[in-house]
């Protein structure tokens, strides 16, 4: 079968979550399977652009409104990342070193659907399935089934969507009506949701499958998806949830090139040790306590901002018996209170502010535990980093996590848990935590031993994909 994925993220090219992970390593797995699995996503001007060979392999033009732009198709050229990767250029529009987070980004990724469907539809023969990842891909399902620009040679290729993050929705006004190719206009409501365009809500509508990246998390979208409730409790027969996998070559502390030490389960003690030395050293800890950490977006889904509050209350209550760790971007009210923790609480908190890929892999490593207390959490990939690992996640019971993370006090549990995300629950675990490490030292060796050889490589759900796909060919 020949995939193509669309998405704004791909690993290495360009990742800002665990959307650029995904894309990275899901088609590669595919391939393995045997498909014909690739990439096509905006070329950001990053570092990956300039340190690789590139070749042209198409170019065109389409509008945007009344907007003309030309556009142009590459790809790399070694099959570097284990699929073909195809870039699109839209000169003054995706030439930028972010992802997101322009006044145009509606204009941008608009822009991007326009020239995939373009250039896909000008193909001499068609893919077997279009896969679009969250709602910068959301309108493509629409475009290809209903817009008279590409419905001729799009529209019997089935689409199947993906939601990472149900939260971001991309919705723009009906002033903007016209950045949408002409299509019969009593299918407007199939772009609509309250009153606005609503890329991840058309495509909910339009696309021929639906999934989300756990199941736990399918069910809570038809409880709570930010307004879109109602639309997943009536296109449930189309929805499903397939958890995520993560890149064991990438994720691997046998061979990570970010770590000061390898290992595997057997050499476990001596490789944690070696790199929580080098943490401990760069961020002032104290080596003989459990280091406690946190890595992502300092954002309200990740219940960041319940992170201050919850760490000085654990330092207090529990004497100190415990260090905190936090790498992380985001709100700037909490990048402030923990910057100040820093000061006030040295010694026994430390945060790096900012993005810093070779020290999450060190944090993964060095870390005893890994704080998820989210708020919400589709899947959740740092739990499944720090499995591999060796590091014990504490988690609130939500999304993937709950697929992912059982309780240590369950049968065959590993992991610590939680019901809420609360100050209160978040300060017991930590307490539940510095209890494991120090009371019941052997258990907690054997828990990270174990949770080392627990499988959550991309093999399994690469297949349900795959599945998938078949119901709809
Ligand atoms: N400051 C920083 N420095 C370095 N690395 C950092 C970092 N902040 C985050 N990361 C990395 O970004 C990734 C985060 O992935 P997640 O899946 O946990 O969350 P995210 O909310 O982005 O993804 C969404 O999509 C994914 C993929 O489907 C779902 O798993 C998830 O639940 C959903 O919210 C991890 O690889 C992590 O190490």
Redesign the pocket.
């Known amino acids: 079968m020949e995939i193509v994925h669309i998405s704004a993220e791909c690993y290495p090219m360009a ?5 650029g ?2 894309v990275g390593a899901l088609p590669k797995y595919q391939n393995d399977l045997g498909h014909i699995a690739k990439v096509v996503m905006p070329m950001y001007r990053t570092k990956f652009l300039y340190e690789n060979e590139w070749e042209l392999v198409h170019e065109g033009g389409q509008a945007l409104g009344n907007h003309w732009f030309r556009y142009s198709v590459i790809k790399e050229k070694t099959n570097k990342l284990g699929f073909d990767l195809y870039l699109v250029d839209i000169n003054g529009v995706l030439d930028r070193e972010k992802v997101y987070g322009y006044d145009d980004d509606t204009e941008r990724f608009i822009s991007f659907q326009l020239a995939v469907c373009d250039w896909m539809s000008r193909w001499q023969h068609r893919p077997d399935i279009i896969h679009c990842h969250d709602h910068q891909a959301g309108l493509i399902p629409f475009f290809c089934k209903h817009t008279y620009a590409f419905r001729y040679q799009l529209a019997n290729v089935p689409v199947v969507f993906t939601i ?2 149900g939260q971001y929705q991309g919705q723009f006004g009906w002033d903007k009506y016209y950045y949408i190719p002409a299509y019969d206009t009593w299918n407007w409501g199939l772009l609509d949701w309250n009153n606005c365009i609503n890329p991840m809500a058309s495509a909910v509508k339009c696309a021929w499958k639906v999934t989300t ?1 756990s199941p736990s998390y399918m069910e809570e979208l038809r409880h709570a998806a930010a307004g879109l409730e109602n639309l997943f409790e009536y296109e449930k027969g189309k929805c499903s949830g397939i958890i ?1 996998g993560i890149d064991t070559n990438v994720w691997n502390p046998a061979t990570d090139p970010y770590l000061v030490a390898n290992y595997d389960a057997k050499k476990i003690k001596e490789g944690k040790a070696k790199n929580k030395e080098k943490l401990v050293q760069q961020f002032g800890f104290d080596p003989n306590k459990p280091l406690i950490s946190f ?3 300092l954002v309200d ?2 219940a960041a901002d319940l992170l201050p509050e919850a760490i000085s209350q654990s330092v207090y209550q529990y004497n100190g018996k415990a260090s905190f760790l936090i ?3 985001g709100n700037p009210y909490v990048e402030g209170a923990l910057a100040e923790m820093n000061k006030t609480l040295k010694g026994y908190v430390n945060t790096y502010i ?4 070779e ?2 892999h060190l944090i993964y490593a060095g870390s005893d535990f890994l704080l998820m207390p989210s708020r919400v ?6 739990q499944l ?1 720090a499995l591999r690992y060796g590091t014990v996640p504490i988690v609130r019971k939500i ?2 996590l709950k697929d992912t993370v059982k309780d240590y006090g369950e049968t065959d549990g590993f992991g610590i848990t939680m019901e809420q995300s609360s100050i209160e629950d978040i300060t017991y675990s930590v307490g539940r935590a510095i209890d494991l490490y120090e009371n019941k030292s052997s258990l907690f060796s054997k828990i990270t031993e174990r949770i080392m050889g627990i499988d959550h490589s991309w093999t399994a759900s690469a297949k349900k994909y795959i599945a998938l796909y078949e119901s709809v060919k």
């Open positions: 990742k800002v979550g665990g959307l992970d995904v990472h993050n990246v995520n890595i992502g977006r889904e990740k790498l992380g971007s900012g993005y810093n890929e020290l999450s959490e589709p899947c959740g990939l740092n980093y999304g993937g």
